[in-house]
């Protein structure tokens, strides 16, 4: 077993803020001081939703703050939503077809939540784009395996 340090005198690998970040987190996420998870986007549905949850039931709103995703990782969980591309990486890639610019393309389907009224919003990745796309129901089709 490796007794190398790093510069905040951590064996190497154990240390935050020295340890590689994971894919598809991203390097700053967002936080409340009483949250549960971490978000990798400060406009994400989940976390107005947990916000407005709070407010309703008189509870305190804190302050959605940004951090360095070490800072969290390790104590706060992944949002099944805004981190869903993080949280599917062990399973198998569940293909649809997405339009874009008036085309139909293949993309993976990483999760759908329901909206208002019955609509569907639906996270779907480009393998040529680094992120995550979110697209009305309309716009995505023919959910299949590959």
């Given at each position: 077993?490796?007794?190398?340090?790093?510069?905040?005198?951590?064996?190497?690998?154990?240390?935050?803020?020295?340890?590689e970040k994971p894919e598809r987190i991203n390097?700053?996420?967002?936080?409340?001081?009483?949250?549960?998870?971490?978000?990798?986007?400060?406009?994400?549905?989940?976390?107005?939703?947990?916000?407005?949850?709070?407010?309703?039931?008189?509870?305190?709103?804190?302050?959605?703050?940004?951090?360095?995703?070490?800072?969290?990782?390790?104590?706060?969980g992944p949002c099944e939503w805004c981190c869903?591309?993080?949280?599917?990486?062990?399973?198998?890639?569940?293909?649809?077809?997405?339009?874009?610019?008036?085309?139909?393309?293949?993309?993976?389907?990483?999760?759908?939540?329901?909206?208002?009224?019955?609509?569907?919003?639906?996270?779907?990745?480009?393998?040529?784009?680094?992120?995550?796309?979110?697209?009305?129901?309309?716009?995505?089709?023919?959910?299949?395996?590959?």
């Open positions: 077993m490796s007794t190398e340090r790093c510069k905040h005198d951590f064996l190497l690998g154990q240390c935050g803020s020295c340890k390097e700053q996420v967002f936080a409340t001081k009483t949250g549960q998870v971490f978000h990798n986007w400060v406009d994400c549905a989940f976390l107005r939703i947990g916000q407005s949850s709070a407010d309703s039931q008189g509870l305190r709103n804190h302050p959605i703050e940004r951090k360095h995703w070490s800072s969290v990782f390790w104590t706060l869903a591309f993080y949280n599917i990486q062990e399973e198998t890639p569940i293909y649809c077809e997405a339009e874009i610019d008036g085309r139909w393309v293949t993309a993976q389907k990483i999760k759908e939540r329901f909206t208002i009224y019955g609509h569907r919003e639906i996270q779907v990745w480009f393998e040529s784009l680094p992120d995550p796309m979110l697209l009305p129901d309309n716009k995505v089709r023919s959910h299949y395996p590959k």
